[in-house]
């Protein structure tokens, strides 16, 4: 991976968020103009932060690499020539994405968003990117067509964010046990994805484009419902990925 830190060695030097506030990632969320100018007190612990993920980058081994490789089989070649950004700017709760500019994806990752807490000694930033990653290697196979219709959208949220985070979410997926917390949480997550599917207010449709992956980690409804289907049915993935993303509501609901 090419490692891209202008940005994170702006704010680690003193320098002024104007010299980076303008940067085209902070437009490209698709929330308008996201730029939070980051508090100079948060230098120090971000620069050891920095020098932490730095090297593990560098050492990066996906979760779950035989099914990675056996779903993505161009992963590998793709990862040598991506550019992963290491920055601060972004409000809560954004703390790595995966951005588009001039046709290219770039993984960002806001170091203050991370928090401390990734400065522990048993934290590592493989899962995170393995996960946006995985987007990566889908967008590549299933680019996200412009305009598509509310149904069609929720579905492709679902499948993206569903595989990006259940070949993620265990160390080892084959050894993986679905347990009655997972069970509680697919089914309140598929009650609100069959209540969003049905919805045919365009505000109210607009509020669940918006928290189908936004928000509380398991309130994103179609994250959630997306990712608990397919680690239920961790046997079929191959057979799953390779049917894509249109109707996959259907499917989960």
Same mark, same amino acid.
């Given at each position: *991976?090419i490692?891209?830190?202008?940005?994170?060695l702006?704010?680690?030097?003193?320098?002024?968020?104007e010299t @980076? =506030?303008?940067?085209?990632?902070?437009?490209?969320?698709g929330?308008?103009?996201?730029?939070d100018?980051?508090?100079?007190?948060?230098?120090?612990?971000?620069?050891?932060?920095?020098?932490?993920?730095?090297?593990?980058i560098?050492?990066?081994i996906?979760?779950?690499?035989?099914?990675?490789?056996?779903?993505?089989?161009?992963?590998?070649?793709?990862?040598?020539?991506?550019?992963? *950004?290491?920055?601060?700017?972004?409000?809560d709760p954004?703390?790595?994405?995966?951005?588009?500019?001039?046709?290219? &994806?770039y *993984?960002?990752?806001?170091?203050?968003? %991370?928090?401390k807490?990734a400065?522990?000694?048993?934290?590592? =930033?493989?899962?995170v990117?393995? #996960?946006?990653?995985?987007?990566m290697c889908?967008?590549?196979?299933?680019?996200?067509?412009?305009?598509?219709?509310?149904?069609?959208?929720l579905?492709?949220?679902?499948?993206?964010?569903?595989?990006?985070?259940?070949?993620?979410?265990?160390?080892?997926?084959?050894?993986?046990?679905?347990?009655?917390?997972?069970?509680?949480? @697919?089914?309140?997550?598929?009650?609100? *994805?069959?209540?969003?599917?049905? &919805?045919?207010?365009?505000?109210?449709q607009?509020?669940?484009?918006?928290s189908?992956d936004?928000?509380? @980690?398991?309130?994103?409804?179609?994250?959630? =419902?997306?990712?608990?289907?397919?680690l239920?049915?961790?046997?079929?993935?191959?057979?799953?990925?390779t049917?894509?993303? #249109?109707? %996959? @509501?259907?499917?989960?609901?």
């Amino acid at each position: *991976m090419i490692i891209d830190d202008s940005i994170i060695l702006k704010y680690i030097n003193g320098e002024s968020p104007e010299t @980076y =506030c303008n940067s085209w990632i902070y437009s490209a969320i698709g929330r308008g103009y996201t730029f939070d100018a980051p508090d100079s007190s948060n230098r120090e612990w971000v620069f050891e932060l920095y020098k932490r993920l730095k090297l593990q980058i560098n050492d990066y081994i996906p979760r779950n690499a035989k099914l990675v490789s056996k779903l993505f089989p161009d992963f590998d070649s793709l990862v040598k020539s991506y550019t992963i *950004m290491l920055v601060v700017g972004f409000p809560d709760p954004y703390d790595a994405m995966v951005l588009e500019h001039d046709g290219k &994806e770039y *993984m960002v990752f806001d170091l203050i968003q %991370f928090g401390k807490d990734a400065l522990s000694q048993e934290y590592s =930033c493989h899962k995170v990117l393995t #996960h946006e990653l995985l987007h990566m290697c889908l967008h590549n196979k299933y680019p996200k067509l412009d305009n598509l219709s509310y149904k069609d959208e929720l579905s492709y949220t679902a499948f993206d964010e569903g595989f990006a985070h259940a070949v993620s979410y265990p160390e080892d997926i084959n050894n993986f046990t679905f347990n009655p917390f997972l069970e509680e949480k @697919y089914i309140i997550s598929k009650e609100k *994805m069959k209540e969003a599917i049905q &919805e045919i207010d365009p505000e109210k449709q607009a509020e669940y484009r918006f928290s189908a992956d936004t928000g509380d @980690y398991w309130d994103k409804f179609a994250s959630i =419902c997306g990712k608990l289907y397919l680690l239920k049915h961790i046997s079929d993935l191959e057979n799953i990925y390779t049917q894509g993303w #249109h109707d %996959f @509501y259907r499917k989960i609901t």
